[in-house]
């Protein structure tokens, strides 16, 4: 399924080159930019039901995803488990669940993301998850283009696993090469 997931991400010109202020605050001179892939229903549908695939097995009650590309693929995953679905708002440092979504103590709740650079947006999903007394039995993401695996001891499946660089603003060459750099999530 990499090869699928790679040529889906291709098509949509979803793969971008130049230099790039990611959400995590690193650079990097690739920005996948998920949305171009979830404009198309059936292409997110795809994408989602290898995730629910995957975690089948496993007794699952919610499905939970940080805003903004997890808020669709939450909702995908979870229609295609036959599950609920909730997200998690950034607020000051952290991600809780607002809008009356509730977590009964001791709910299974597998926890989706679009691109994980850091894994940041999922550890927050995580907290608010443990915060209301869940139990997050895994982690289903699109893309994991970290170059490190980011590690939440829980079982972690990529739809397409691209080790991709990003460097902290200090130590970025495209920086010191004067490169332009460009910001897409403030594009709009």
């Not at 404009?39 to 975690?55: E, K």
């Not at 007794?59 to 995908?76: H, K």
């Not at 695996?149 to 991709?164: E, G, N, Q, W």
């Amino acid at each position: 399924m990499t090869d699928e997931v790679l040529k889906l991400f291709r098509a949509a010109g979803a793969i971008k080159e130049g230099h790039f202020l990611l959400a995590s605050g690193l650079h990097s001179p690739v920005y996948w930019e998920k949305f171009r892939v979830l404009q198309h229903p059936h292409v997110t549908g795809t994408l989602c039901r290898v995730i629910a695939q995957h975690f089948r097995g496993q007794r699952i009650d919610i499905v939970a995803g940080p805003t903004t590309g997890g808020i669709i693929l939450a909702f995908e995953t979870a229609r295609q488990l036959g599950v609920r679905s909730i997200f998690a708002e950034k607020e000051g440092e952290e991600r809780l669940f607002r809008r009356d979504f509730e977590i009964t103590s001791g709910e299974h709740v597998l926890i989706v993301d679009d691109i994980v650079t850091t894994g940041n947006s999922l550890r927050e999903t995580l907290d608010a998850v443990n915060k209301r007394g869940g139990i997050a039995v895994g982690i289903g993401v699109l893309v994991d283009r970290s170059e490190k695996s980011v590690v939440l001891d829980l079982p972690f499946f990529s739809c397409l696993r691209a080790p991709t660089v990003a460097y902290s603003p200090s130590e970025c060459p495209l920086c010191a090469a004067h490169i332009p750099l460009s910001r897409p999530s403030a594009a709009g």
